[in-house]
């Protein structure tokens, strides 16, 4: 069983950055491949970017390429995601999920665990 609780959304203007954690329990949270998604209001759920158990391997979606970054730290549990140069469509609630495998899958019917959650708004 796998535990994820994600923090760091919220309201910031374009241009600007947000750092999104997620922190993750359970005996078999280290050696699961991460992903984080996203969904907009109306959207499908989206993968935004994913990195595999060891961290050695990174996928992200264009759209996201050269601003955003993926990162894992193995001692606390946790996998973030810095996002800079914000766009407005970037707007969409952010999760974060688990799988229970070595590698990446970009579909989220590939995950296993999925945290709750966190808002991220972009002004104009």
């Known amino acids: 069983q796998v535990q994820l609780v994600e923090s760091g959304g919220g309201l910031v203007q374009a241009g600007g950055s947000l750092r999104l954690s997620c922190a993750g329990s359970g005996r078999t949270f280290s050696s699961a491949a991460m992903g984080w998604f996203r969904q907009a209001p109306g959207k499908e759920r989206e993968i935004v970017a994913g990195?595999?158990?060891?961290?050695?391997?990174?996928y992200y979606v264009d759209s996201v390429k050269g601003r955003f970054t993926i990162s894992r730290d193995h001692a606390k549990n946790t996998v973030h995601l810095q996002m800079n140069s914000l766009k407005p469509e970037d707007t969409a609630v952010y999760y974060c999920?688990?799988?229970?495998?070595?590698?990446?899958?970009?579909?989220?019917?590939?995950?296993?665990?999925w945290g709750q959650g966190t808002q991220v708004t972009v002004s104009s």
């Open positions: 990195i595999s158990w060891s961290g050695g391997s990174t």
């Open positions: 999920a688990a799988r229970l495998t070595t590698g990446v899958s970009r579909a989220p019917s590939g995950y296993d665990y």
